[in-house]
């Protein structure tokens, strides 16, 4: 290429950088204020169906009840594991109910949280609110208290659904909960899933048994049959173990420290 010719193919790219610069550099267009549509429809009707879908698309207020454990344990015992939301995809309202104890004595543990839930991101969310405890206590003579919570949870890398939890209780006691489980389909029906859980404590609380530190250690594997996708049984063993001062208390009351259980109950939501 000539001398002449290589002058004009630098002119041509550079003048069409500088229109591309200035393409970038403008507002873009305004939205299309016409539809297609309104050419064959009513203008009206067609306006609240783009509304209604904006809204279902991110405005609308949605809601689920999931009892993910109602279960009888082996040794006359029962548990459930209960969770609620209503609102939209960023935040929402958020229940959250749990507990066991024995079908021919008291409630040994249960409680209740309410609080406000946001999306960090489309896998984690934030969930801050209040717990109320309902229970007894291992001795059985535990005071009923109220703490502010903090919570993350979501869907960890490799699909396992984590939690970690924050409480603060009215006496200034800290204490916190993690947890994870992973849902492992066997088949498009038959879904195995191992869970653990542990609880700790910042200090011993003599009054409900438990001691500083770990305190209690619980884990589990269910084998669930989905009827349906939202009613499904299931069949399992569960272990507990408690740790330190949790695990003297347990056995000042004629307690074991560590207990293997079958398990059969339902999961189902709504």
Known sequence: M????????????????G??????????PPPPSDHAADALFDPQ????????????NGGMAVSQVMIDQLEARGGGDYAWEAKGWWG??????????????????????????????????????????????LDRGVLGTGQRRTHAALTIEGLAPYWFDVEASVFLSTRGEVTGRAEASY?????????AQPRVEMDWAAQGMPDLGEGAGINRIESGLRLRYEI???????????????????ARAARSVGERASVLRALAGVRLWW
């Open 183 to 191: 849902d492992q389909r066997l088949t498009q029906r038959l879904v």
């Open 88 to 133: 939209g995809d960023s935040d929402r309202l958020a229940l959250e109910s749990r507990g066991e104890g024995a079908f021919a004595g008291h409630v040994d543990r249960a409680e209740v949280q309410a609080g406000w839930l946001h999306a960090l991101d489309p896998w984690f969310n934030l969930r801050a609110g209040v717990r109320q405890d």
């Open 228 to 246: 349906k996708r939202n009613f499904a049984p299931y069949v399992g063993l569960g272990w507990e173990r408690s740790l330190g001062g949790s």
């Open 19 to 28: 229109v591309a610069r200035a393409q970038d550099a403008a507002a873009p």
């Open 45 to 56: 009707a067609m306006a609240r169906a783009r509304a209604a879908l904006v809204h279902e």
């Open 2 to 17: 000539s001398r002449r010719g290589l002058a004009i193919a630098l002119a041509v790219v550079m003048s069409g950088t």
